[in-house]
């Protein structure tokens, strides 16, 4: 693929993003093959390297902000008519309280998400305590001549830590889990505002 070639099916696959975005884009990437081919590439060759279509538009889609975008998308083309602010005036009863709904919904099932990473957090948290805690405890019990009761409390101490060793891993994985799982809607958000815009 020539460099023109590959420039020109990336403007096509950022199409719907801001156009300075993609201005700035399409003059990295043609400075990029033009520095491998100074470096002594083949044109085919720097194109390559730079890599694929789909990959850079994704890295691109991801890298810019979601306000961004959607101000791009929200801002009209031309000016509404006099009927459809008249609609649109009319129809904001039902529509915006619809949209802040729908936003109110999305929001709470978001913050419960983090609300039950946090509760895992604070039970990883307290067994961690109780692990620690039983040592001194079980030197307390011993030495006030209840042996049974400080051996008892030492093998909870272990049982916790144990525990606490497991939880840990468990919230390390599931909080990771979450954060992958928020950049995926936030890109699939963004994607749907661009696809808005290409309609």
Request: charged fraction near 20%.
């Amino acid at each position: 693929m020539t460099k023109q070639e590959f420039l020109a099916q990336l403007r096509k696959g950022l199409s719907g993003l801001p156009k300075d975005d993609i201005e700035d884009r399409l003059m990295f990437y043609s400075e990029m093959i033009e520095d491998r081919t100074e470096e002594g590439l083949s044109e085919e060759e720097a194109v390559f390297a730079v890599g694929t279509i789909d990959e850079i538009v994704q890295q691109v889609i991801a890298d810019i902000p979601l306000a961004k975008i959607a101000k791009e998308r929200i801002v009209p083309k031309r000016h509404l008519k006099a009927w459809e602010i008249a609609l649109l005036s009319l129809g904001s009863p039902i529509w915006l309280s619809l949209g802040i709904a729908a936003i109110a919904v999305i929001l709470a099932i978001y913050v419960s998400f983090w609300s039950v990473i946090v509760s895992l957090w604070a039970i990883f948290a307290s067994l961690a305590v109780c692990a620690v805690c039983s040592v001194p405890a079980c030197v307390i019990f011993t030495a006030g001549g209840s042996g049974a009761s400080g051996v008892a409390v030492l093998a909870a101490g272990i049982v916790c830590a144990g525990l606490s060793i497991l939880m840990f891993y468990g919230c390390k994985v599931t909080t990771k889990g979450i954060l992958i799982l928020t950049k995926k809607i936030a890109t699939w958000i963004k994607n749907c505002f661009i696809k808005k815009g290409e309609a």
